[in-house]
C-alpha cells in the first residue's frame, strides 16, 4: 500500500468527511476480508471459550459442512465470524455485558463498553424495537457481542472525525503556511488514526476505540477552552496582567466537558487517566504565576483573582472528572466486595431507614462468598455476615484498589514483573511503537521553551523553525457559511481551524498560545509515560494497541509525510513512509493471529 498526501486541492479536501468515512469502510473490509479468510482456512479454533459464551453448548457447525441450505449456511458463519472477532479479552467484556461483573478479575476490564452495550440493548427493549431473528431467539450472548462489535466500529468512526476536527483548532507546526496545508494536516491525521497498528482491536469488542473516542473528545473541548481566551490576557506562566478577559467563562466550560470526556475514556480504558495531565500542567502554571506577581516578578498590574480562581475551580474540577472514571467503578467494587464496604453501605443507608439489597457474588477463586440477594433487615444480620466474611487481600490495602490487585494476582502485571527471559520477543514486537510515541513526542518536548516573544506557532517536528503567526480570530466568533467558501482554493479560515491572534505588542505570549503551548506538550508527555509504564510495569505488547487513542504522535506522522521544505524533508517523508508501511503490515499480520486465537494480544 502507497501512501499519498492529499493534494491541496484535491476533492479529498475540499470533502474531508466523505474521505474519511470511505477510506474508513475500504479498511474495514481489508479487515473484514482477512477475518473471513483466516476462519475459512480454520474455522474450528482450538480455544472454544467464545463458543460456549455464543453458540452455547450445541455442537457449532462448520461452514464446509454443505448439509445445510444456503441462508442457515451463511447465518452459521456469520455466527462463526463473529466468535471469532470475539477472542481474548473480548470475552470478558461481553461475559460482563450478558450478565455483569460475577467475578474479581472481570473487574480488570473498564466498565465503560459493558454499561454501553448493556444500555442500547436495554433502550431498543423499552423502545419496543426488535432485534434480528437470529440474535432475538438466542439465549447466549450472540446480542451482546453483535451490539459491542457496532459500538466499536462506530467509535472509530466517530473518534477519526473528531480527530480531523481537532486537528483544525491546534497551531500544529506544517499547519501555519496556508488554510489548505492546515486540513491536509488534518485530513491526514485522521486517516493515519484509520489505519492504526492496533487493527482488529478497533473493530472487536474492545474498549480502545471508545476510548479514543473520548480522549479526542476531550481534547477537542480543551483546545476549544484556550479559543475562548483568545483575546484577554496570559495568565499563566507568571504573567497574569494585561486586563481580565482572558479567563472567559465559557473556557472554563470547555474545560469542565474535557474532563467529563477524559473520565469516560477512563471509565473504558484506565490509561485514559494520562489525560489528567493537562489540567495539573495547567493548575501549576497558573500558581507559579501568583508566585512570581506576589512576589515582584515579571507579572504586572493588576491581578484578575476572582476570575483567576474560577480557572482553578474549573480546572481542579475537570481533574476530578478524570479521576471519576477510574474511582467510581472501583468503589462500586469495594462496597460489594469488602466487607468493610458493605458494613459502610449497610450504615448509610439503613441509618436513614432504608432498605438496602446487596447483590450475591459467585463463590470461587477470585471472588468473595458474598451476602446473598436478600434485603437486610433490623437485627444486625449483616454485621455478622461481615463479621464472618473472609476479606480479600485488597480490601485491607491504604488504597483499596480491586483493578491494581486483579492485574497483579491474576495478569502479574507490576513493576518489572514482565521483565523474563521469554517475553523478550515481546519487547522486540513492541519496539517499534515504543520508539515512535518516544521520538514524536521528545521532538516537541525538545523544543525550545517559549520566550517572551514567542509567537503562536507551536511546532512539534524538531526541525521546524518558522515562526509564522497564525492569522487573526475574527471578531464575531466562528466562521459562517455565508462568510467562507467550502473549498480549499478559497484561502479562508473555517469555524474549526486554529485562529489564535498574533501578540499584537510582542511582549509575552497570549493566554490561548500559552495554553496551547501547555495542551500539546502534555499530549507528548503523556505519551512519555505511557511508553515508560508499558516498558515497566505493563504487558509490552499491547502498547500497539493502547497506544492508538494518543494523538500527538499521529500529528507528527504527519508532518514527516507533509514535509516542512527544510534540508531534510525527503529523508522525513521517507522515514513517515515507512513507518505507514509499518502500521499495514502490523494491522493485517495481526488479524490473522487474532482471529485465530494467537499471540500477541
Known amino acids: 500500500m502507497t501512501t499519498t498526501t492529499p493534494s491541496h486541492n484535491s476533492s479529498a479536501l475540499a470533502h474531508p468527511h466523505q474521505t474519511i468515512s470511505k477510506s474508513f469502510l475500504l479498511w474495514k473490509l481489508f479487515l473484514l476480508l482477512i477475518a473471513v479468510g483466516s476462519t475459512l482456512v480454520n474455522d474450528r479454533a482450538y480455544d472454544t471459550s467464545a463458543d460456549l459464551l455464543l453458540i452455547g453448548n450445541d455442537e457449532p457447525r462448520s461452514f464446509n459442512d454443505g448439509n445445510d441450505g444456503v441462508a442457515e449456511l451463511l447465518g452459521n ?9 470475539t477472542s481474548w479479552d473480548a470475552i470478558y467484556f461481553v461475559s460482563s455485558a450478558k450478565r455483569g461483573y460475577v467475578y474479581e478479575q472481570e473487574w480488570a476490564f473498564g466498565t465503560g463498553l459493558v454499561v454501553c452495550v448493556r444500555g442500547v440493548l436495554k433502550a431498543l427493549q423499552i423502545l419496543g424495537l426488535p432485534l434480528p431473528l437470529p440474535l432475538a431467539t438466542s439465549p447466549t450472548a450472540l446480542a451482546e457481542a453483535t451490539t459491542a462489535l457496532l459500538l466499536s466500529n462506530a467509535s472509530h468512526l466517530l473518534a477519526s472525525l473528531v480527530l480531523y476536527h481537532l486537528t483544525l483548532l491546534l497551531p500544529l507546526s506544517g499547519s501555519n ?95 485514559g487517566i494520562l489525560n489528567g495531565l493537562p489540567f495539573a500542567w495547567e493548575v501549576l502554571s497558573i500558581l507559579s504565576g501568583f508566585v512570581i506577581t506576589t512576589s515582584g516578578g515579571r507579572g504586572r498590574g493588576r491581578v484578575p483573582l476572582l476570575k483567576t480562581l474560577r480557572r482553578l475551580i474549573a480546572l481542579g474540577l475537570g481533574g476530578v472528572f478524570v479521576a471519576a472514571g477510574s474511582i467510581v467503578p472501583q468503589t462500586v467494587a469495594w462496597l460489594r466486595y469488602c466487607p468493610s464496604g458493605s458494613l459502610w453501605l449497610f450504615n448509610k443507608f439503613w441509618s436513614s431507614g432504608l432498605e438496602v439489597e446487596v447483590s450475591g457474588t459467585s463463590g470461587g477463586s477470585g471472588s468473595a462468598r458474598g451476602y446473598g440477594s436478600s434485603g437486610v433487615g433490623a437485627g444486625g444480620g449483616l454485621e455478622e455476615l461481615v463479621a464472618q466474611e473472609e476479606a480479600r487481600e485488597w480490601c485491607a490495602a491504604m488504597v483499596p484498589s480491586i483493578y491494581t490487585f486483579v492485574q497483579k494476582h491474576y495478569w502479574n502485571v507490576g513493576f518489572l514483573r514482565y521483565w523474563t527471559l521469554p517475553n523478550i520477543p515481546l519487547f522486540l514486537l513492541a519496539t517499534p ?16 521553551r517559549p520566550q517572551q516573544s514567542s509567537t503562536a506557532t507551536v511546532a512539534i517536528n524538531s526541525d521546524a523553525k518558522s515562526k509564522t503567526p497564525l492569522p487573526a480570530a475574527p471578531a464575531s466568533g466562528p466562521t459562517s457559511p455565508s462568510s467562507a467558501s467550502d473549498t480549499p482554493s478559497s484561502g479562508s479560515i473555517k469555524s474549526d481551524e486554529a485562529v489564535l491572534p498574533p501578540n499584537p505588542d510582542d511582549e509575552s505570549p497570549t ?59 525527503k529523508k522525513k517523508k521517507k522515514l513517515g513512509k515507512g513507518i505507514v508501511v509499518f502500521m499495514v503490515m502490523y494491522a493485517a499480520i495481526q488479524g490473522v493471529l487474532f482471529t485465530s486465537f494467537l499471540p500477541p494480544a
Open 511 to 569: 493566554t490561548a498560545q500559552q495554553r496551547m503551548q501547555i495542551l500539546i506538550r502534555s499530549a507528548a508527555a503523556e505519551q512519555v509515560l505511557l511508553a515508560v509504564l508499558a516498558v515497566s510495569t505493563y504487558h509490552v505488547q499491547i502498547i500497539t494497541r493502547i497506544s492508538s487513542g494518543y494523538p500527538l504522535w499521529y500529528w507528527w506522522l504527519a508532518q514527516q509525510l507533509i514535509g516542512d521544505g527544510d534540508k531534510q524533508e
Open 433 to 448: 511503537m515504543l520508539a515512535i510515541l518516544v521520538k514524536s513526542a521528545l521532538d516537541q518536548l525538545s523544543q525550545q
Open 177 to 271: 503556511s496556508s488554510p489548505q496545508k492546515q486540513r491536509t494536516l488534518a485530513l491526514l491525521t485522521s486517516l493515519l488514526y484509520i489505519f492504526s497498528p492496533a487493527g482488529l482491536f478497533l473493530s472487536a469488542p474492545y474498549a480502545e476505540s471508545s476510548c479514543a473516542l473520548f480522549s479526542f473528545l476531550g481534547w477537542w473541548f480543551y483546545a476549544r477552552s484556550c479559543l475562548s481566551d483568545q483575546d484577554g490576557t496570559t495568565a499563566v506562566s507568571g504573567n497574569i496582567e494585561r486586563g481580565e478577559r482572558g479567563l472567559t467563562l465559557k473556557g472554563d466550560l470547555h474545560l469542565l466537558l474535557a474532563g467529563l470526556s477524559f473520565g469516560l475514556a477512563t471509565l473504558f480504558r484506565s490509561n
Open 77 to 85: 458463519f456469520g455466527q462463526r465470524l463473529v466468535t471469532r472477532f
